[in-house]
């Protein structure tokens, strides 16, 4: 019973550096996101996708890059690393229940912690 | 577009006392509203769910209330212990809008 599968957990990178969080779950959830926690603001969704192939922006989706070629993966890509990006990265998942964004509840993954110097 | 607003922390209790965390969405039509809760080094996950107005979601002691004519969903806990020192968020399902957060901390 995997769930939802993030890795790295940890990661630094230099500003201008490029790399990959990978998100995989088992569950055949349509839904998957990404979120961003920073302190005394919650969690921020980067972007989203209802199912293979569909992919859309969430609040703050600035310097990063999704897909969803398969329903298990949605990887997240981070082009040039900047130090506002250090954050940690949580995937989530879930059924569609009604309509394309009333979902039921989420399943989070371990979260990546990410610096960036 | 939704929101929601919920109590700003931190909230420092002795254990057991009585634990009120506020939350109050902003909202068209019925979503869902849950509470999730993050456990330190860990992801979040749910704590209860309700799916319509007047619902009660309970577990492990928390309880809250789908109020819609307040748009309100409060978490309580009659006693709160050592071991629910936690962040806790209020989340509604439809854009999955999540509030800030509250921090507990539960003394000894």
């Known amino acids: 019973n995997a769930g939802v599968t993030q890795t790295p957990k940890f990661q630094v990178l230099k500003t201008g550096q490029s790399m990959t969080l990978q998100c995989a779950q088992d569950?055949?959830?349509?839904?998957m996101s990404w979120y961003r926690q920073d302190p005394g603001m919650g969690l921020r969704l980067i972007h989203y996708?209802?199912?293979?192939?569909?992919?859309d922006q969430g609040e703050v989706p600035n310097g990063y890059n999704v897909s969803r070629s398969t329903t298990e993966d949605f990887p997240l890509r981070l082009l040039s690393a900047a130090p506002s990006q250090t954050s940690v990265y949580f995937c989530?998942?879930?059924?569609?229940?009604?309509?394309?964004?009333?979902?039921?509840?989420?399943?989070f993954g371990e979260g990546s912690r990410l610096t960036v110097l | 577009g939704d929101s929601v607003t919920q109590m700003e922390g931190p909230v420092t209790l002795s254990e057991e006392a009585f634990l009120t965390i506020n939350c109050t969405y902003t909202?068209?039509?019925?979503?869902?509203l849950f509470w999730y809760v993050q456990y330190p080094g860990e992801g979040l996950q749910l704590l209860l769910k309700?799916?319509?107005?007047?619902d009660k979601g309970s577990n492990k002691g928390f309880e809250a209330t789908y109020r819609k004519e307040t748009t309100s969903f409060h978490l309580e806990k009659g006693s709160v212990q050592v071991s629910d020192s936690a962040v806790y968020f209020c989340?509604?399902?439809?854009?999955?809008?999540f509030g800030s957060g509250t921090q507990l901390t539960v003394l000894p």
């Open positions: 989530a998942s879930s059924v569609i229940t009604s309509g394309p964004m009333n979902t039921g509840e989420l399943f």
């Open positions: 569950m055949n959830h349509e839904y």
């Open positions: 996708s209802v199912g293979a192939g569909i992919t």
């Open positions: 909202a068209t039509g019925y979503p869902s």
């Open positions: 309700a799916t319509k107005a007047d």
């Open positions: 989340a509604l399902s439809r854009e999955l809008t």
